[in-house]
């Protein structure tokens, strides 16, 4: 997969060179002599008829630089929200700099980067990294991908599996942060906050009694890992928060072991406001529910659904009170009962993992 900002072409210039189309112009002119009794009329296009204008020549002149940052080094640099809108972007050969997109974009690619700062606003396609070392990294993408890295600690929001190929050192936590405009950026971008596969890692090159990627600790915060940028910056008007309780992406345990052996299924059903409810729901509590699973076949039809699932002691009778008081008049499953949630968790998830072809 490539883009027009990919590394420089290999290619011989001799090959250009031979692909390059040959014209052949031929100008010629024409004479017309006039008297003020001749009725003759000058050939072409009359002088007062403006030239024809295409939707070509109206389109807004992109300069590749604008969408690149190469070479650098100790600096604080990035793009502002509004800069990018959705284009694709490159960083390459950079050493020891914060760098931060805070827009969305179609696709990133990260290449020969040594010791930086890097956090990236929603991106509608892939991220891919590649012989990078010692990165620190706030994501959120559709695809992740590196390959030849060595030690990055990556805090991700991923639609799809992440993948590494050739990489030692990775380290992967749950996606935390903030600034005003993430959430229409999300959108913009075409990705959901709550379908986050950050700690599904799989290893195309794995290696016999070595492990090449684990989770970080529980309590690692984004703050002691990417920094925010200083307030002499240009990123200094932008409110930007690394604070987890602020996130625009829940922050999910993952692959994590369980505090409790019970857990609890909560789905929303599609409708005007699934996420807001959702996200009503998460700040309600650290748990999660639904009431009954019969006669809900005609709502799974109307649309995505979001279902959360919360663990801890008590947590399906919380959840089921949480149910009545807030969302009385909102269509939801709650488990029933603690004896059947972790059925109603597997079960739902793992059609959900069919589904998605994870």
């Known amino acids: 997969m490539g883009c027009f900002f990919s590394k420089k ?26 008297t003020t009794t001749s009725n003759a009329v000058p050939l072409g296009n ?4 403006a030239p024809k204008q295409y939707s070509w020549d109206k389109r807004e002149k992109v300069d590749p630089k604008d969408y690149m940052l190469t070479g650098l080094k100790d600096v604080t640099v990035g793009r502002l929200p509004g800069k990018l809108n959705g284009q694709q972007f490159v960083i390459q050969e950079c050493e020891n700099c914060n760098i931060y997109v805070l827009d969305h ?21 892939s991220v891919f990294f590649r012989d990078c070392k ?33 990489s030692t050192g990775m380290k992967f936590g749950c996606f935390q942060y903030f600034y005003p405009e993430m959430a229409f950026h999300f959108k913009d971008a075409g990705l959901s906050i709550f379908n986050n596969n950050w700690s599904n890692i799989h290893d195309f090159t794995p290696v016999s009694g070595e492990n090449n990627w684990s989770l970080l600790p529980e309590a ?16 200094k008007s932008v409110r930007i928060s690394n604070d987890p309780a602020r996130s625009i992406v829940p922050l999910t345990k993952g692959g994590r072991r369980k505090d409790s052996e019970e857990s609890c299924l909560f789905v929303f059903f599609a409708g005007e406001y699934t996420t807001a409810n959702a996200r009503k729901m998460i700040d309600e509590a650290t748990a999660k529910g ?22 801890g002691d008590g947590v399906v009778e919380a959840c089921k009170n949480i149910a009545n008081e807030v969302f009385s008049g909102t269509k939801v499953f709650v ?8 059925r109603d968790v597997d079960s739902f998830f793992n ?3 069919m589904q998605m072809g994870l």
């Open 9 to 34: 072409s290999k290619r011989k210039s001799g090959d250009k060179e031979d692909r390059t189309p040959t014209t052949t112009t031929v100008e010629t002119t024409t004479t017309v002599e006039t």
């Open 351 to 353: 059609f959900a993992d």
């Open 290 to 311: 639904f009431n009954s699973a019969e006669d809900l076949v005609e709502w799974i039809t109307k649309g995505p659904v979001i279902a959360l699932e919360l663990n």
């Open 105 to 125: 974009s179609a696709t990133i690619t990260i290449d020969d980067c040594v010791n930086c700062r890097i956090v990236l606003g929603p991106v509608k396609g």
């Open 220 to 235: 690692s915060a984004v703050q002691d890992f990417v920094p925010v940028p200083d307030a002499e910056s240009e990123f």
């Open 46 to 49: 009359s002088t007062d008829e």
């Open 335 to 342: 488990s029933d009962n603690k004896n059947t949630s972790s």
């Open 134 to 166: 010692d990165i620190k990294c706030v994501v959120a993408c559709q695809q992740f991908r590196t390959r030849d890295c060595k030690k990055m600690d990556v805090f991700l929001c991923c639609a799809t599996q992440p993948i590494i190929e050739s």
